[in-house]
């Protein structure tokens, strides 16, 4: 079993900043690419910010200059800083590992429980 554990969510204003943090096992942090997914109910989850192989990073145009991935090696764990938070960011938001597997010839990928972020005056 696999573990991903979030923590840093919570209500912030509009205009206010928030870091989430995600702690993996060494082994997930050092062969997966980490990234950040958000959802709010009814919508499928998306992608915010992630790193990619070669460890460039990815972001959604809505969040490109507010949010920052970020990466610790020696905590093994990843970050997503977010500033300038607008009521839109709201959301629950999920720490993600994933892997192509080429012997299995699949992708692999694994989930924090989520974390609930609110923008809200």
């Known amino acids: 079993q696999v573990h991903l554990v979030e923590s840093g969510g919570g209500l912030v204003q509009p205009g206010g900043s928030l870091r989430l943090s995600c702690a993996a096992p060494?082994?997930?942090?050092?062969?997966?690419?980490m990234g950040w997914y958000r959802q709010v109910p009814g919508k499928q989850r998306e992608l915010v910010a992630g790193?990619?192989?070669?460890?460039?990073?990815k972001y959604a145009d809505s969040v490109k200059g507010r949010f920052t991935i970020s990466r610790d090696s020696a905590k093994n764990t990843a970050y997503l800083q977010m500033n300038n938070l607008k009521p839109e960011d709201t959301a629950v938001y999920y720490c993600?590992?994933?892997?192509?597997?080429?012997?299995?010839?699949?992708?692999?990928?694994?989930w924090g429980q989520g974390t609930q972020v609110t923008v809200s005056s």
């Open positions: 790193f990619v192989s070669g460890g460039s990073t």
């Open positions: 993600n590992a994933e892997k192509f597997d080429p012997l299995l010839a699949k992708t692999l990928t694994y």
């Open positions: 060494e082994t997930i942090f050092t062969l997966y690419n």
